[in-house]
């Protein structure tokens, strides 16, 4: 059966093992500026909002791009990046409502996450407090994961207004 991250920002504890482990096995490096997944933070309202690509039904980066590097992937549903088409114009950050793709520093190609091929690391990190989880894809999860999604943009809204 297919699988699904399920991110829940309400028992994000802030952490941010995720974005560690993320960076290690991407990068190399244990560097949160290196990360594939972001935690913002409100100082205001004491609340974290882990963010990494939600890997849409329908991403709008693969409908911005202007040249055709971003797709998503008919049968596994995961969106990824042709890096030798990338021309890190940054279009792609701009419209990611979930503020899940960035640009690499050094390589100068657009990032996001990629299920670490289908094992989730941020998953596997956050076993404790459960805000990242690696589940299969029922209707149930599905829809929880809409709704939780719908919920991580607004409150990451509310976290950059602050910014």
């Known amino acids: 059966m297919k699988k699904v991250l399920v991110v829940d920002h309400e028992k994000c504890n802030g952490c941010t093992y995720c974005m560690l482990v993320c960076s290690m096995a991407h990068e190399g490096v244990v560097q949160r500026s290196r990360s594939r997944i972001q935690v913002f933070r409100s100082e205001e309202k004491v609340f974290f909002v882990p963010t990494l690509c939600e890997h849409c039904e329908d991403p709008p980066c693969v ?28 279009v792609c950050v701009d ?7 960035r640009i690499h520093p050094e390589r100068r190609v657009a990032v996001l996450c990629d299920l670490c091929g289908g094992e989730p690391l941020c998953a596997k990190a956050c076993s404790v407090m459960k805000a990242i989880e690696w589940v299969d894809a029922t209707p149930e999860a ?22």
Do not use: H, Q
């Not at 509310?158 to 910014?163: F, M, P």
């Open 63 to 90: 409908e911005a791009c202007p040249v055709g590097a971003i797709s998503k992937d008919s049968e596994t549903g995961l969106v990824s990046v042709d890096e030798d088409a990338c021309t890190a114009c940054g």
């Open 95 to 101: 419209v990611c409502p979930y503020r899940a793709v």
């Open 142 to 163: 599905l829809r929880r994961r809409s709704k939780l999604a719908e919920s991580r943009i607004e409150a990451l809204k509310s976290v950059l207004e602050t910014w």
